[in-house]
């Protein structure tokens, strides 16, 4: 999954809406569910198997924010090489279904919109929809992020 972005550069000019990124599968275990919520979100839902049974979840659960952590490795797989990288500029984040161990998540990112910016030239906005999905094609996470896009450097000559 750790792999550098491959391809061309890509600049605001070559968004569009309806542009698709994929990315996944990657496999949830319930050892990293544990490690991680151990060190991030300590609670008994996502750190204790028998515990979570009685909990809201009714099982073991990954904490949202560790599937924040493995969608974005996914987001940098998919889109890493926009230029300028990933640098986002607020969003929504909705976590829909709980992710347990044994899932495996793919991701979609589709491009809504894209906006020069009126005031600086260099760059514009591209709102991108990360959707993150579990084997089933359910969603379990879904983050709506507007994003901040150089445009194609002008050739001089």
């Known amino acids: 999954m750790n792999r550098p972005p491959q391809g061309p550069k890509i600049y605001l000019e070559d968004l569009t809406p309806g542009r698709l990124f994929t990315a996944g599968p990657v496999t949830v275990t319930e050892a990293e569910i544990i490690d991680f919520a151990r060190r991030y979100d300590p609670q008994p839902f996502h750190t204790d198997p028998e515990a979570a049974k009685a909990s809201f ?5 990954a904490s949202g924010w560790h599937t924040a952590a493995i969608t974005m490795a996914m987001v940098v797989q998919a889109a890493g090489n926009l230029a300028g990288g990933i640098i986002g500029g607020g969003g929504e984040l909705q976590w829909t279904k ?3 161990p044994g899932d495996q998540l793919r991701l979609e990112i589709e491009v809504l919109e894209v906006s020069p910016s009126r005031s600086r030239p260099d760059r514009g906005a591209a709102l991108m929809r990360n959707r993150t999905l579990n084997q089933a094609g359910e969603e379990v996470q879904v983050f709506t992020v507007r994003l901040i896009v150089p445009k194609r450097p002008r050739q001089h000559g």
Request: no cysteine; net charge positive; proline share 12%.
């Open 57 to 61: 979840f009714g099982g073991l659960a």
């Open 98 to 100: 709980p992710v347990r």
